[in-house]
Protein backbone atom coordinates (compact mmCIF):
# COMPACT_ATOMS: atom_id res chain seq x y z
CA UNK A 1 0.00 0.00 0.00
CA UNK A 2 1.33 3.53 -1.26
CA UNK A 3 0.47 6.77 0.36
CA UNK A 4 -0.04 9.97 -1.94
CA UNK A 5 0.68 12.89 -0.21
CA UNK A 6 -0.29 16.18 -2.29
CA UNK A 7 1.84 19.38 -2.11
CA UNK A 8 0.36 22.65 -2.60
CA UNK A 9 2.68 24.88 -4.82
CA UNK A 10 2.69 28.53 -4.15
CA UNK A 11 3.94 31.40 -5.89
CA UNK A 12 6.53 33.72 -3.66
CA UNK A 13 5.05 36.78 -1.57
CA UNK A 14 5.69 39.38 -4.29
CA UNK A 15 3.66 41.76 -5.37
CA UNK A 16 4.69 44.74 -7.74
CA UNK A 17 4.41 48.66 -6.09
CA UNK A 18 3.51 51.40 -8.36
CA UNK A 19 7.24 52.64 -9.26
CA UNK A 20 8.27 49.33 -10.21
CA UNK A 21 9.46 47.98 -7.30
CA UNK A 22 8.85 44.25 -5.73
CA UNK A 23 6.95 44.29 -2.28
CA UNK A 24 7.27 41.36 0.11
CA UNK A 25 3.38 40.69 0.78
CA UNK A 26 1.19 43.27 2.04
CA UNK A 27 3.93 44.90 3.50
CA UNK A 28 6.08 47.79 2.28
CA UNK A 29 9.19 46.01 2.62
CA UNK A 30 11.14 45.53 -0.82
CA UNK A 31 12.93 42.39 -2.07
CA UNK A 32 15.68 44.74 -2.63
CA UNK A 33 15.80 45.05 1.34
CA UNK A 34 15.25 41.62 2.05
CA UNK A 35 18.23 40.53 -0.09
CA UNK A 36 20.59 43.29 1.22
CA UNK A 37 19.87 41.93 4.59
CA UNK A 38 20.57 38.46 3.28
CA UNK A 39 23.31 39.41 1.59
CA UNK A 40 25.00 40.77 4.42
CA UNK A 41 24.78 37.76 6.42
CA UNK A 42 21.61 37.58 8.09
CA UNK A 43 20.07 34.79 8.62
CA UNK A 44 15.73 34.70 7.79
CA UNK A 45 15.48 34.61 11.19
CA UNK A 46 17.34 37.38 11.72
CA UNK A 47 15.48 39.51 8.68
CA UNK A 48 12.37 38.29 10.37
CA UNK A 49 13.44 40.64 14.05
CA UNK A 50 14.75 43.53 11.59
CA UNK A 51 11.23 43.70 9.70
CA UNK A 52 8.91 42.39 11.85
CA UNK A 53 6.41 42.81 9.52
CA UNK A 54 7.04 40.04 7.35
CA UNK A 55 6.18 36.42 7.63
CA UNK A 56 9.43 34.20 8.63
CA UNK A 57 7.72 31.76 5.59
CA UNK A 58 7.67 34.66 3.56
CA UNK A 59 11.34 35.14 3.59
CA UNK A 60 12.09 31.88 3.34
CA UNK A 61 9.82 31.77 0.22
CA UNK A 62 11.40 35.04 -1.30
CA UNK A 63 14.88 33.81 -0.39
CA UNK A 64 14.27 30.54 -2.58
CA UNK A 65 12.62 32.35 -5.07
CA UNK A 66 16.01 34.06 -5.43
CA UNK A 67 17.64 31.11 -5.29
CA UNK A 68 16.61 29.44 -7.20
CA UNK A 69 16.06 32.44 -10.15
CA UNK A 70 19.20 34.09 -9.43
CA UNK A 71 19.85 35.66 -12.95
CA UNK A 72 16.88 37.20 -13.21
CA UNK A 73 16.38 38.92 -9.37
CA UNK A 74 20.21 40.15 -9.98
CA UNK A 75 19.01 41.94 -13.36
CA UNK A 76 16.31 43.26 -11.59
CA UNK A 77 17.66 44.50 -8.83
CA UNK A 78 20.78 45.84 -11.23
CA UNK A 79 18.09 47.55 -12.65
CA UNK A 80 16.91 49.17 -9.45
CA UNK A 81 20.23 50.27 -9.04
CA UNK A 82 20.98 52.09 -12.18
CA UNK A 83 17.90 54.12 -11.79
CA UNK A 84 18.06 54.96 -8.19
CA UNK A 85 21.66 56.32 -9.53
CA UNK A 86 19.96 57.80 -12.10
CA UNK A 87 17.66 59.91 -10.03
CA UNK A 88 19.62 60.81 -7.60
CA UNK A 89 22.58 62.35 -10.03
CA UNK A 90 19.22 64.16 -11.41
CA UNK A 91 17.79 65.33 -8.02
CA UNK A 92 21.32 66.56 -7.07
CA UNK A 93 21.98 68.77 -10.45
CA UNK A 94 18.05 70.02 -10.31
CA UNK A 95 18.16 71.25 -6.46
CA UNK A 96 22.30 72.26 -6.53
CA UNK A 97 22.98 70.21 -4.02
CA UNK A 98 26.67 69.79 -4.60
CA UNK A 99 27.22 72.57 -2.58
CA UNK A 100 24.66 72.27 -0.27
CA UNK A 101 27.10 71.87 2.58
CA UNK A 102 28.76 74.84 2.07
CA UNK A 103 26.23 76.96 1.81
CA UNK A 104 24.66 75.73 4.90
CA UNK A 105 27.78 76.34 6.46
CA UNK A 106 28.26 79.76 4.90
CA UNK A 107 24.89 80.56 6.22
CA UNK A 108 25.41 79.27 9.98
CA UNK A 109 28.52 81.28 10.20
CA UNK A 110 26.54 84.67 9.20
CA UNK A 111 24.12 83.80 11.77
CA UNK A 112 26.40 83.61 14.61
Known amino acids: MSI ?3 FKVSAPPFRWDEAGGIRIGQS ?3 LDSLLAAYHSGS ?3 EIAVQYSVLHLEDIYSAIAYYLSHRQEIDSYLEQRHRK ?3 QRSEFVQQYNLADLRQR ?5 LKEN
Request: hydrophobic share 30%.
Open 4 to 6: QVE
Open 28 to 30: RVT
Open 43 to 45: TPE
Open 84 to 86: SQQ
Open 104 to 108: LLDIS
